[in-house]
């Protein structure tokens, strides 16, 4: 499970439509350049978690062509110049078997409603794979009209088609048990936001957010854990 955050925890990946194509492109493509299978991937305003299977020990390259692709992408879409990741080096954790994967999945599809931005995983506006993982559907990507040439060598259209590894079984029961956990995780994000009085953001709110603020405290937009 890959980890990175923004630099000062900016919201420099709020979910506007830009972003989440800009960022899944760069994922299909880092994912066809090295080999590696991506099984899950869901972006806050202000990081990422995106889950690999990686046989061909090419984590390195793959974070690299990633973090890399994005930076440069979305600092143009952006209008900037300054760096786009934190320093720090991205964390990346090794799952050890299929709870593990089950778990961290079901983790990072419920950040957003965690940090009480919407409802449910499947209603976050941002990068956001989960339903493509539950339904077992592929995500075919447009070129960014932005940063990428025309006549270059990126193509048209990618296509970010979610693995599974044979040996954690089933992927119809994988499904089923990251259903269960959502709606478990959801469960207590909704009692903990009826507790406090709360109310969700909402996806159209979260596309809003100016990309150059950052939370005054580890809440709403980060869920960063």
Known sequence: MITRRCTGRMHLLRPDAATTQTFLYCLAHAAEQTG??????????????????????????????LHGLVARAM????????????????????????????????????????????????????????????RGTSLTVQRPAHFFRDDGDMPEHLTLTLGWPEHLGPVQEARQAVRGLIADLEARARQDRVS????????????????NSRPSTCLLYTSDA
Not at 83 to 109: C, G, S
Not at 196 to 207: E, N, P, S, W
Request: proline content about 4%; cysteine-free; overall charge negative.
């Open 196 to 211: 406090q009085g709360r109310r969700v953001l909402g996806a159209d709110a979260a596309r809003r957010v100016d990309f």
């Open 75 to 134: 600092n143009w879409l952006r209008g900037r110049e300054e760096i786009f990741w934190e320093k720090v080096q991205p964390n990346a954790t090794h799952l050890v078997d299929l709870a593990d994967v089950l778990a961290r999945m079901a983790y990072a599809a419920v950040n957003p409603v965690k940090a009480q931005l919407v409802e449910h995983a499947e209603h976050w506006p941002g990068v956001n794979t989960t339903d493509a993982f539950l």
């Open 36 to 65: 590696v299978t991506v099984l899950f991937s869901v972006a806050m305003s202000n990081h990422h978690h995106t889950i690999i299977y990686d046989p061909e020990d090419s984590l390195s390259e793959f974070m690299r062509y």
